[in-house]
């Protein structure tokens, strides 16, 4: 042992004298008078054995051999290269999971360094001053955690500015909605239905299972959800890894159909592959400076699955204010990689902004946009995205001129019985817009539709916000105990009393509209409502009116000469019915029910061309004739 400590310690010789430090004592004499020296002590450091206590584990391991000593160092530096490949973390230092491997990997030189300055009679003070090595990235650790801190002078304006949101205008901005295109289900009634479909597969159930992505999209304008197949466990894994994946399914979130699509080219690239072909590894080692966020599975136009990797940045200190910078697309069948700048990002990818993330984002602003300190004392404005009775975030997805939308009510943190407004985030390129709208929130109006319902049990799905006619509505399913979509369901957000409900989706809207024309909603926009209502333009004579009073509104049920129709004209807001008689010639505009047609308002005769008061002499001057004939 002496001669293996003294060849150590020579090793430093050369070193301490380049860093200009002084060896101990005998540095400048002969070796072998550090050997004896140590010789009584039992090795090379000098008698630290003879004190009566029992050696720790530093000293432990510095008692041994060389070769053991670089057996340890060889073994740790393979376990720490294996579990990099195996956890593949980001080789990022705004990352706080690479950091935690970089606070581990300090904590080994501490150690070594330790264990080196027990053998090194000569140049242990030299190690131990080494030690500032490991504490210096320890303390850049602490200052850049510090530094990202909302409380660090200007930091709160940053934090309030990642995510840059303007004001809309709600009937304008959101285009009138058109119920083929509305997603009636939720993720969980997709799933359901996704499970179904794998069910009429056989040979696909006992070798695969559904993931748990249902990531939704839009996908040749419709509105779906789409997950891929995974291995059902590892002995699957092993007897199908060489032909791979053969399908995904896809769900209409509109008509609740559900297929698994076969494909030509295999999925290669996935969760449920363990080694090399798993996605998260394959992408993060092709990638290794990239700090990816949450992925999704999507389809391009031609039906190839693609994984889409979100890159992350971080704009405050080390790690806060996180956005998204790039985005790396996977080919699912073929591991093929594509890396785009947000800002290029192509047209059919629908999720580079993770929702978490979004909330996250617009939360921070809601918090900041006065400061730190008023986020904690005065609270003044202070706005976040409404809560559920659970405690989560809620949020749900619009699809809107090919993008897919992030939705969620805005609430005060003070009074959060009622939202403020709303927002709805573009997915893709993160833009976003504010809609102060006050109402009711989502968990409200969630339990106003369950109340409708509520001798059949069923529970409400979080909404969808809807432009319906120019209002802001509310739209869920009403679901079983089984997970089936039973009923439908509408809600003002401004007034939420006016509730509707329909066991389909045209049956809901009738009442809905009814509702509204009731209660002068309609009215009061005129015209513009009916436009934007889609209400069609009805003219002709009047063969039958019957009047009825329903939930304690008067409505005047209208049918026309060579029409079959009937048209419900709810009071007061179309008030002017009451002139109507048998055979007067009307016009009127109207949106198409499953039983009736709702009159969303109706035109002045003296607004016409004349035909109608044309008509109306006709008639005047009839009935004189009647009467002269009966005199």
Same mark, same amino acid.
């Given at each position: ?16 004298? %380049? ?10 004499? %002969? ?8 010789? @009584? ?215 609740? #159909? !559900? ?11 996935? #969760? ?63 591991? #093929? ?93 993160? =833009?976003?817009?504010?809609? @102060? ?34 209002? @802001? ?8 105990? !089984? ?41 009061? =926009? ?34 026309? #000469? ?31 029910? =499953? ?29 004189? %004739? ?6």
């Amino acid at each position: 042992m002496p001669q293996g400590n003294d060849r150590y310690d020579s090793v430093f010789d050369a070193f301490a004298r %380049a860093a200009g430090v002084p060896g101990s004592a005998g540095a400048a004499g %002969a070796t072998g008078a550090g050997g004896a020296a140590g010789a @009584p002590g039992g090795h090379g450091g000098g008698g630290r054995g003879g004190d009566g206590h029992g050696p720790g584990i530093l000293e432990v391991i510095a008692s041994w051999s060389r070769k053991a000593l670089v057996v340890l160092l060889v073994v740790t530096v393979v376990a720490l290269a294996a579990a990099y490949w195996w956890f593949h973390p980001a080789l990022n230092l705004q990352s706080p999971r690479v950091w935690g491997w970089v606070l581990g990997i300090c904590a080994i030189v501490a150690i070594a360094l330790l264990v080196m300055s027990l053998r090194s009679s000569r140049h242990g003070k030299l190690l131990r001053r080494l030690l500032v090595v490991p504490g210096s990235v320890v303390a850049a650790f602490l200052l850049g955690a510090l530094l990202s801190m909302p409380f660090v002078p200007g930091n709160a304006e940053r934090y309030a500015n990642v995510l840059q949101t303007t004001d809309g205008d709600f009937a304008s901005d959101i285009e009138q909605v058109d119920y083929s295109e509305v997603p009636v289900i939720d993720r969980d009634s997709a799933a359901l239905l996704g499970s179904r479909a794998m069910g009429s597969i056989p040979e696909y159930v006992s070798q695969f299972e559904i993931s748990d992505a249902y990531s939704q999209i839009n996908y040749h304008g419709r509105p779906v959800r789409v997950s891929p197949l995974t291995y059902a466990d590892l002995f699957k894994w092993l007897s199908n890894r060489d032909e791979g994946i053969p399908a995904y399914v896809l769900v209409d979130m509109a008509t609740q #159909e !559900a297929q698994v699509v076969k494909l030509d080219q295999p999925i290669k690239y996935s #969760e449920s592959e363990p080694l090399a072909r798993n996605v998260d590894r394959y992408v993060q080692l092709r990638y290794p400076g990239y700090l990816f966020d949450q992925k999704s599975f999507e389809l391009d136009e031609e039906g190839t699955p693609w994984w889409v990797f979100p890159v992350q940045s971080r704009k405050i200190g080390l790690f806060g204010g996180t956005t998204i910078s790039r985005v790396v697309l996977v080919n699912a069948c073929t591991g #093929e990689t594509a890396d785009y700048a947000i800002a290029d990002c192509p047209e059919w990818v629908d999720r580079a902004y993770p929702a978490d993330l979004i909330v996250q984002q617009y939360n921070w602003s809601g918090a900041y946009q006065d400061g730190w300190l008023n986020s904690w004392l005065g609270q003044r404005g202070v706005v976040s995205i409404t809560r559920g009775t659970d405690g989560q975030y809620g949020y749900n997805y619009l699809a809107q001129d090919g993008d897919i939308y992030l939705y969620s009510g805005v609430s005060s943190v003070t009074a959060d019985s009622s939202n403020v407004g709303f927002i709805l985030v573009n997915q893709r390129t993160g =833009q976003s817009r504010y809609y @102060p709208v006050a109402g009711a929130t989502e968990e409200s109006a969630m339990s106003s539709a369950e109340g409708q319902v509520q001798h059949l049990g069923y529970q409400a799905t979080y909404p969808l916000l809807l432009n319906v006619a120019g209002q @802001p509505t509310y739209f869920m399913a009403l679901k079983d105990a !089984a997970g089936l979509v039973k009923m439908y369901a509408m809600i003002n957000v401004e007034k939420y009393q006016t509730v509707a409900t329909g066991s389909t989706v045209a049956e809901c809207q009738e009442a809905y509209l009814a509702q509204l024309s009731s209660s002068g909603a309609l009215g009061e =926009q005129g015209g513009d409502a009916s436009a934007q209502a889609g209400a069609e333009r009805v003219e002709g004579r009047v063969r039958t009116i019957a009047q009825a009073v329903v939930d304690g509104n008067s409505h005047f049920y209208v049918t026309l #000469e060579g029409d079959g129709r009937i048209f419900d004209f709810a009071l007061p807001a179309q008030l002017g019915v009451v002139r109507f008689c048998v055979g007067d010639q009307v016009a009127f505009s109207c949106t198409s029910g =499953q039983s009736t047609c709702t009159v969303t308002s109706i035109e002045d005769p003296a607004a016409g061309d004349g035909a109608g008061a044309g008509a109306d002499a006709a008639g005047a001057g009839d009935a004189g %004739a009647a009467a002269g004939a009966e005199g």
